[in-house]
């Protein structure tokens, strides 16, 4: 359905002072699409648009708002409208929103609310960031195995509306361990009278508290559900992940690898939030390394300067062997690096990983002598001795380029980083050094220098 209400006509209806059709034009919006709106408001704007919104819907709405907003709200709000809006989110919603707030507001936070979403909040709070048991939610249907299925059926009448789903119930025996799964659909078609223990899927895939959020986001892609458990290591249920909380995991981790690749320090800002002097100080470290590092690049030139010199025509092809030996490796280093955070390659698949990458290698290398030789005769018009020169580093570079982009990432992340780390830029720069000794190297015995 589209959004209906436009941001003119929100600042219309709220210059005019129509605060009762703004209010129920608000209303029969999607809360992600009242979020949105709000983005668009300027501070002033944004409260008094906020304090418009019915209470049950507030809550929601300030649950897809951006995290400045957020605190920007609570920082308006009195300690009761805070503890309200606190009190209608969900724990996991609630946690990570007190995580990105100061300590002091944080604690006047946490003693308006009630006891039950202190208690929720306290015990995220607990787990290490970016684990299963900091983004997990308490908010579930659990169900006793001696249960019939028609006090399952009241008990969701009960305690659903402050679930975060009630498609899937969890069965727990007297200790709190999870012993299986039941879903809505089953009991609604399952005969009234029948225990809960006879009917449950007892095959349960659960999450460990401390398992890393994107190997947690690896599960539901693997198993293709839409919640998962997550219990202690006592296999006891503490909370349950549900996918919408894996996309917004999905979308962080992406970001956090793509910036990695291209060797910038990670940030949980937007760009258009990220202020001039912090994006300075994530770019900087890399930058220093990098350019410290093709010193290595000078040292070579300088070593074989007299060779070069003594065949200048060799000089014009340093960029184009350079530039062609760091995007083999870059292509190669992003194929592995998306294939080890899929799961899809692990150490034991180096032998498979490194006899694929030499065929490949060889193919492209060959392929791009062949028509680089074509060129160098017909076009540039170089001796042929020159031309194989050329030629020969041509394959040699793309051959261990492809090595080392594929090979790097796997030590990385054998040897506990992340492998995105070992992406294009720094590939590059070890690639560029490599290729110019090889060509300095083949250079010298092929001609003579």
């Not at 707030?101 to 936070?109: C, E, G, L, T």
């Not at 684990?131 to 169900?143: K, N, Q, R």
């Not at 960029?319 to 034991?348: F, H, K």
């Amino acid at each position: 359905m589209e959004q209906d209400l436009t941001l003119e006509e929100v600042l219309e209806l709220l210059d005019t002072k129509q605060y009762t059709k703004l209010r129920q034009s608000l209303a029969e919006l999607n809360e992600a699409d009242v979020a949105a709106l709000l983005e668009e408001l300027n501070e002033d704007q944004l409260l008094r648009v906020f304090r418009i919104l019915p209470k049950d819907l507030a809550a929601d709405v300030f649950s897809y708002m951006e995290p400045e907003n957020q605190q920007t709200v609570i920082a308006a709000l009195s300690d009761r409208e805070t503890a309200n809006i606190i009190d209608n989110l969900m724990a996991d919603d609630a946690t990570d929103l007190l995580e990105e707030m100061p300590a002091n507001v944080v604690k006047k936070i946490l003693a308006n609310v009630s006891p039950e979403t202190r208690r929720d909040i306290n015990h995220l709070l607990r787990y290490p960031e970016d684990s299963a048991g900091s983004i997990m939610t308490v908010e579930y249907v659990d169900l006793k195995e001696n249960l019939t299925v028609e006090g399952a059926i009241a008990r969701i009448r009960e305690v659903g509306l402050d679930s975060e789903t009630i498609n899937v119930c969890y069965v727990l025996d007297a200790q709190r361990r999870l012993v299986g799964t039941v879903a809505l659909r089953y009991l609604l078609l399952s005969d009234p009278q029948e225990k809960i223990g006879n009917i449950m899927h007892e095959n349960v895939i659960a999450l460990g508290t401390l398992m890393d959020q994107e190997e947690v986001a690896n599960q539901f892609k693997k198993y293709d559900f839409t919640t998962m458990p997550v219990v202690d290591n006592e296999n006891r249920l503490v909370g349950i992940i549900t996918v919408d909380d894996i996309m917004d995991i999905m979308v962080e981790e992406t970001t956090e690898d793509m910036e990695k690749m291209a060797a910038i320090v990670p940030s949980d800002k937007p760009y258009m939030r990220t202020g001039i002097f912090e994006t300075f100080q994530k770019r900087i470290p890399w930058l220093l390394l990098l350019m410290v590092s093709a010193t290595f690049t000078g040292a070579i030139l300088t070593r074989f300067e007299d060779a070069l010199s003594a065949c200048a025509v060799l000089i014009a092809f340093i960029p184009m062997l350079m530039d062609t030996g760091g995007n083999a490796g870059g292509q190669a280093s992003v194929t592995v690096i998306r294939g080890l955070s899929l799961g899809e390659i692990e150490y034991r698949d180096v032998p498979r990983v490194i006899f694929k990458e030499v065929r490949v290698a060889v193919l492209c290398g060959i392929c791009l002598a062949a028509a680089n030789f074509v060129k160098l005769l017909v076009f540039d018009k170089v001796g042929m001795m020159v031309a194989f020169v050329v030629c020969i580093t041509l394959v040699a570079a793309v051959l261990m380029a492809m090595l080392v982009g594929c090979l790097l990432p796997i030590g990385a992340k054998r040897l506990g980083f992340d492998p995105a780390v070992m992406a294009s830029p720094f590939i590059t720069t070890i690639v560029d050094a490599l290729s110019l000794l090889i060509y300095c190297s083949v250079a010298r015995v092929l001609l003579g220098l």
